[in-house]
């Protein structure tokens, strides 16, 4: 009987013990999920709501709709430019500034100077306000007194109207987008070589892999292949997702030549006051990005080796 009752004892002490540390767990999880469900949850639900009515700001009332707003879409051709432009941007910029940032990674990981300087350089862009950005690169490719154009007059070459002409201004802005990205790339990138233990490159060498390329194809390629889907699943959002340099330099023009969905969103929304619409535009959005992201996940998990 005395066992028992000790065992019972320590059994009651055993779950009190369990029940504080789960309530200790919830206490400091609780602000987490308050902060998850104030502004991530709610307001998708708010979005999801809205996109089949027609409300808009500071109206009395609104009516249920349907699908309505998304048959608009079809018809839109405001919105139909959005979307062309907005996943060409996105191809022309996700294999170049993955590439470019993969190929200076491994230049600054195999010099013996300047690591740090380049780094820090390269990360600039990241770091930088878009709005002085943006004013610098307004300056450079200005088309008469910016400093592109010029060294293309001296040179005896054509001077375009980089963000001015309908067949220019979505390049432009994607060679900012490579700009803005390859920096963020680079300091992934550098994470995931470091991480790559030197041994395997010897062992590699002693195999016969004795060229540069042969220890990258056989080595570091297979051995990226974490930090290379984490890369293209963050610069295809992040390319989808550009807005503040359009809105700063061209205001998706001219002619809705670099218009894209976000700014697309904020003029239907916060301009012209049309919630459920931009609402509408909203979940096109965000199913085009899981979407993708899906199928990148799917495609490249396949061929990723996890070390």
Same mark, same amino acid.
């Given at each position: 009987?005395?066992?028992?009752?000790?065992?019972?004892?320590?059994?009651?002490?055993?779950?009190?013990?369990?029940?504080?540390?789960?309530?200790?767990?919830?206490?400091?999880?609780?602000?987490?999920?308050?902060?998850?469900?104030?502004?991530?949850?709610?307001?998708l639900l708010a979005v999801l709501a809205l996109a089949f009515t027609d409300y808009e700001l500071g109206a009395r009332g609104f009516a249920f709709v349907g699908f309505d707003n998304f048959a608009e879409m079809l018809r839109d051709r405001t919105?139909?430019?959005?979307?062309?432009?907005?996943?060409?941007?996105?191809?022309? *910029?996700?294999?170049?500034?993955?590439?470019?940032?993969?190929?200076?990674?491994?230049?600054?990981?195999?010099?013996?100077?300047?690591?740090?300087?380049?780094? %820090?350089?390269?990360?600039?862009?990241?770091?930088?306000?878009?709005? %002085?950005?943006?004013? %610098?690169?307004?300056?450079?490719?200005?088309?008469?007194?910016?400093?592109?154009?010029?060294?293309?007059?001296?040179?005896?070459?054509? =001077?375009?109207?980089?963000?001015?002409?309908?067949?220019?201004?979505?390049?432009?802005?994607?060679?900012?987008?490579?700009?803005?990205?390859?920096?963020?790339?680079?300091?992934?990138?550098?994470?995931?070589? =470091?991480?790559?233990?030197?041994?395997?490159?010897?062992?590699?060498?002693?195999?016969?892999?004795?060229?540069?390329?042969?220890?990258?194809?056989?080595?570091?390629?297979?051995?990226?292949?974490?930090?290379?889907?984490?890369? *293209?699943?963050?610069?295809?959002?992040?390319?989808?997702?550009?807005?503040? /340099?359009?809105?700063?330099? /061209?205001?998706?023009?001219?002619?809705?030549?670099?218009?894209?969905?976000?700014? /697309?969103?904020y003029q239907e929304a916060f301009h012209y006051f049309r919630f459920g619409y931009g609402a509408a535009v909203t979940l096109v959005f965000l199913a085009c990005v899981l979407v993708l992201t899906l199928i990148q996940t799917r495609l490249i998990?396949?061929?990723?080796?996890?070390?």
């Amino acid at each position: 009987m005395v066992d028992l009752s000790q065992n019972a004892a320590l059994s009651r002490r055993h779950t009190r013990r369990i029940d504080s540390d789960t309530l200790a767990a919830w206490a400091l999880a609780l602000p987490a999920i308050i902060a998850y469900l104030l502004m991530i949850l709610l307001p998708l639900l708010a979005v999801l709501a809205l996109a089949f009515t027609d409300y808009e700001l500071g109206a009395r009332g609104f009516a249920f709709v349907g699908f309505d707003n998304f048959a608009e879409m079809l018809r839109d051709r405001t919105f139909a430019a959005s979307i062309r432009n907005t996943f060409a941007y996105a191809l022309f *910029v996700v294999p170049l500034s993955i590439g470019i940032a993969l190929l200076l990674a491994i230049l600054i990981e195999d010099g013996a100077r300047g690591r740090a300087f380049f780094r %820090a350089a390269l990360f600039l862009p990241v770091v930088s306000l878009t709005v %002085a950005m943006a004013t %610098a690169w307004q300056y450079l490719l200005h088309p008469t007194i910016g400093p592109v154009n010029t060294i293309l007059r001296d040179l005896g070459l054509g =001077t375009p109207n980089w963000l001015g002409a309908s067949e220019w201004v979505l390049v432009s802005l994607g060679f900012i987008g490579i700009w803005q990205n390859v920096g963020f790339n680079l300091v992934l990138f550098l994470a995931g070589l =470091t991480a790559i233990p030197r041994e395997l490159y010897s062992a590699a060498e002693i195999d016969g892999a004795r060229s540069p390329w042969a220890r990258f194809r056989l080595v570091t390629w297979p051995m990226l292949g974490p930090t290379m889907l984490f890369v *293209v699943i963050i610069t295809m959002t992040r390319s989808i997702q550009v807005f503040d /340099t359009v809105q700063t330099l /061209t205001q998706g023009g001219p002619n809705n030549a670099s218009e894209v969905l976000l700014r /697309t969103i904020y003029q239907e929304a916060f301009h012209y006051f049309r919630f459920g619409y931009g609402a509408a535009v909203t979940l096109v959005f965000l199913a085009c990005v899981l979407v993708l992201t899906l199928i990148q996940t799917r495609l490249i998990d396949r061929k990723v080796h996890y070390g």
